[in-house]
T-cell receptor, first 115, second 114 residues
Framework: AQKVTQAQTEISVVEKEDVTLDCVYE???????LFWYKQPPSGELVFLIR??????QNEISGRYSWNFQKSTSSFNFTITASQVVDSAVYFC????????????FGTGTSLTVIP | EPEVTQTPSHQVTQMGQEVILRCVPI?????FYWYRQILGQKVEFLVS????????KSEIFDDQFSVERPDGSNFTLKIRSTKLEDSAMYFC????????????FGPGTRLTVL
């Protein structure tokens, strides 16, 4: 079973539109961490955010915001006023305390922002 | 700001050859990891390493793979006899003592097996 599901494989938006990338996770652990990474065409993984399971407060960082809802096991990521530089593949990841410290990545969502 | 570095950025090898991918984790980190990403697919965990031994490994990490921390700074991944399907991007990551769930990733090494 997939621990992290990113149902959207590809999304295209026009510049300045808002876009939400979905992430649904599955775990039996009560202590876990959720992450979002950006992978631009150059290939590196750029850390965006880390959230622990005890902190459901939503977070905003500039044009980025994250909505963590334990009731639906979701950790969605919204980009407001998208820009061409936001074009990348975005990965959601889960780390569980009881399985050690490996990351489980979703399959990624490829975002294209059209100018 | 300290960062994880990896060399080479791109390695091309012939099938059956041995390759060693090198990583220099952040200096005060204690946990080290390798991940693999086949082109167009998700990032997959290979192995974690702590206190000079493997702490966890995935099914992908078979006898063809080995890891080593030969000195105080380097962390290497060796593939003994490469196969075509080993072609992928390999990411190294490291974590500090107090926050092993916070992993810092290197830029990756793209391995191409011909």
């Amino acid at each position: 079973a997939q621990k992290v599901t990113q149902a959207q494989t590809e999304i295209s938006v026009v510049e300045k539109e808002d876009v939400t990338l979905d992430c649904v996770y599955e775990t039996r652990d009560t202590t876990y961490y959720l992450f979002w990474y950006k992978q631009p065409p150059s290939g590196e993984l750029v850390f965006l955010i880390r959230r622990n399971s005890f902190d459901e407060q939503n977070e905003i960082s500039g044009r980025y915001s994250w909505n963590f809802q334990k009731s639906t096991s979701s950790f969605n990521f919204t980009i407001t006023a998208s820009q061409v530089v936001d074009s990348a593949v975005y990965f959601c990841a889960l780390s569980e305390a009881w399985t050690g410290n490996q990351f489980y990545f979703g399959t990624g969502t490829s975002l294209t922002v059209i100018p | 700001e300290p960062e994880v570095t990896q060399t080479p950025s791109h390695q091309v090898t012939q099938m059956g050859q041995e390759v060693i991918l090198r990583c220099v984790p952040i200096s005060n980190h204690l946990y080290f990891y390798w991940y693999r990403q086949i082109l167009g697919q998700k990032v997959e965990f290979l192995v974690s390493f702590y206190n000079n031994e493997i702490s966890e490994k995935s099914e992908i990490f078979d006898d063809q793979f080995s890891v080593e921390r030969p000195d105080g700074s380097n962390f290497t991944l060796k593939i003994r006899s490469t196969k075509l399907e080993d072609s992928a991007m390999y990411f190294c990551a490291s974590s500090p003592r107090d926050s092993y769930n916070e992993q810092f990733f290197g830029p990756g090494t793209r391995l191409t097996v011909l």
